[in-house]
């Protein structure tokens, strides 16, 4: 009865569809089971490898050092135009805006403080050539350029002051010869240091036989000099003339007409 319950089951199951597992099926599996759980255990037990390390990188120059080489390129640069006489043209490749790059990166770069006052000189230079010539125009965008760079500049105060006296001579239609300022302050206060030093001028202008032009502001004023020229040399008779311009000055020439 066993044996036909057991078959009759057995049949049952097959009939379902359901296989039966045969011994050395559930061996294989068991094993391959086992492996599995060995492997894995394996596994976790060995350490992962680290990653392997970027190259380090190559370090570039500091801040620093970038701020000193532009200092040093702008100064050459500077240096090559100046030898072209670019002193402030043409914008942007000039002496001087290379001494200004140069000041903005190092405030206070003596190289480039020294560069610019020869650019200033150069300017001075150019415009007392120019006054020689008497090209009063050439002077004068000389002098506007070189006070642009320096304002108040000794140099170019006393070039300016000569070119009013050369404008004023050529308005005057002036002789050549030696031009001698004479202070306006102390024109108007008559002082007696001008009176003195009117009193050595008479001294000169009889030992050399020099003849005067007195370039006064005024008529009274040009009298005043002359009486002042006349009682220093009782005697002698001051050959002159007067004009009235500005500024005040004495032109001496010689009887010949050349400069003293």
Not at 4 to 25: N, V
Not at 41 to 54: E, G, I
Not at 58 to 84: D, I, T
Request: hydrophobic content about 35%; charged content about 25%; proline content about 6%.
């Amino acid at each position: 009865m066993r044996q036909q319950y057991s078959d009759a089951s057995g049949t049952k199951k097959q009939q379902r569809g359901i296989a039966l597992p045969s011994f050395e099926r559930l061996h294989s599996l068991s094993g391959c089971l086992f492996m599995i759980l060995v492997l894995g255990a394996c596994s976790s037990n060995q350490p992962v490898p680290a990653p392997p390390s970027p190259a380090p990188k190559k370090a570039g120059p500091s801040a620093e050092a970038v701020r000193r080489g532009n200092v040093n390129f702008f100064l050459k640069r500077a240096e090559q135009a100046l030898r072209k006489g670019h002193l402030t043209q043409p914008a942007g490749a000039s002496a001087y805006d290379y001494y200004l790059r140069v000041q903005q990166l190092d405030p206070g770069n003596r190289g480039a403080q020294t560069g610019i006052q020869t650019i200033v000189v150069t300017y001075v230079e150019q415009a007392r050539e120019a006054l020689r010539r008497r090209a009063f125009g050439e002077v004068q965008t000389l002098l506007k350029r070189a006070e642009m760079l320096a304002p108040g500049n000794a140099l170019v105060a006393e070039v300016r002051e000569n070119l009013l006296r050369e404008r004023g001579r050529a308005r005057l239609d002036l002789p050549e010869g030696e031009s001698i300022g004479l202070p306006a302050a102390e024109l108007n206060a008559r002082s007696k240091h001008l009176s003195s030093q009117l009193d050595k001028i008479a001294q000169r202008i009889r030992k050399e036989q020099l003849r005067v032009i007195i370039v006064a502001r005024d008529d009274a004023e040009g009298r005043w000099i002359y009486q002042q020229l006349r009682e220093a040399v009782p005697g002698y008779r001051v050959r002159g003339d007067i004009k009235v311009g500005s500024p005040a000055r004495l032109v001496l020439v010689k009887p010949s007409g050349g400069v003293q």
